[in-house]
């Protein structure tokens, strides 16, 4: 990401052009311009800086030392209202973000919500260009150093936040893992970030992203409300919800990471396997999860289990279902045959005309696991359109 992806996404959250100047107010970066570009922009932009009399009006509003948006009145020089919005770190002014209001339709509270989360990004931008620190509070410090790329700072992190922010190595601190669609912008996933954070104070807090997947550490573990919050909170921002996986702390946890990076996985799972349902914990994934970390070519599955790999072969689809509906059911006949809607005679006369391998594959222990196994993955596979 860099500062002209974040204009470009947040210029088309807003329906309007976005123009970041330095604290200078020279130009740095600008979305494309749209309908309501007016001289004044123009000028702007083609000379790279904001003419000697503007500049000197934006001096006398005392613009470099706001605070907060702030709306300005440039009719004295035929052009449009707008709102500048400074990007600061503590007392230092690293930019100005500016958006053109004149004749525009109102900004929503959502669309507020992206250019604060734009501006929390531009500033962590700006002020690596200008080596400062951002400007942040001590509790998001301390949060979004659980995903720091330091091990020693991610274990401080989770010390400090167990110490002074409510979080505990136990079954009450869950890391919940949002995997959104690989297109939803930065601006998007930073404002449903910043939304979700809103509308549960006291119980989620945004740690960051791993890939496509916003990571939130959560203090309550009432998953059907946290789950609905999250989905009405994705479908309000426009932001595509794939998954959500979830995995908690435990009293021997001395960094977050791992957790947060199998609460990824148990989102991957909970996509690649709808029938699993849209959020899946990781504590219910657990064999799924070791199939996922199964890295290989899928036609390597006749090297773990050639029985598996003769039943997802086989022209005749009933016998893989009854063989794995067996297994999956530790051999419980009547609760086989109720699920398959067939006789105990149908089912033993079906287990007598599977493959020899099969059939050598059920009388042997460790055979008939890896059988098991390799059906599973077999699914995992198939899903995730590894296998045709």
Partial sequence: ???????????????????????????????????????????????????????????????????????????????????????????????????????????????????????????????????????????????????????????????????????????????????????????????????????????????????????????????????DLIAAEAARAGVLLRAIGSAHLTETDIDVRPVAERAVATAAVAELLPDLGKSLRAEDAGPWLLIADVVSDPNRLQWYSPAAYTLIHDADPLRRQTIETLLDHAHQIKVVCEELHIHRTTLYYRLENMPQVVKDAMDDGMKRSALHLGLKLASYWENAGHIQ
Avoid: C
Avoid at 24 to 33: D, H, I, K, L
Avoid at 55 to 73: C, D, F, G, M
Avoid at 82 to 89: E, Y
């Fill in 1 to 227: 990401m860099n500062l002209q992806t974040l204009v470009d996404d947040l210029a088309e959250d807003l329906g309007r052009s976005v123009v970041i100047n330095d604290a200078q107010y020279r130009p740095m970066v600008s979305s494309a311009q749209g309908e309501e570009i007016d001289e004044l922009r123009a000028r702007g932009l083609l000379g790279r800086a904001t003419p000697p009399r503007e500049r000197a009006y934006l001096e006398s509003i005392h613009l470099s030392s706001a605070r907060r948006p702030q709306t300005v009145n440039l009719d004295q020089f035929g052009a449009r209202e707008r709102l500048a919005v400074p990007i600061r770190s503590d007392d230092a002014l690293l930019g100005v973000m500016w958006l053109i209001t004149g004749g525009l339709p109102p900004l929503t509270s959502a669309q507020f919500r992206a250019v604060d989360a734009a501006v929390d990004i531009a500033r962590d931008y700006l002020a690596a260009e200008q080596d400062a620190t951002p400007a942040r509070s001590t509790r998001e410090v301390v949060i979004r150093g659980l995903l720091a790329q330091d091990p020693v700072a991610r274990r401080d992190a989770l010390s400090t936040a167990v110490r002074t922010h409510g979080v505990s190595r136990s079954s009450a601190t869950v890391v919940r893992a949002v995997s959104v669609g690989h297109d939803t912008s930065v601006v998007q996933r930073a404002s449903l970030g910043r939304a979700l954070e809103s509308v549960a104070k006291t119980t989620l807090m945004f740690m960051g992203e791993i890939g496509a997947a916003l990571l939130f550490l959560e203090r309550a573990n009432d998953n059907a409300r946290t789950d």
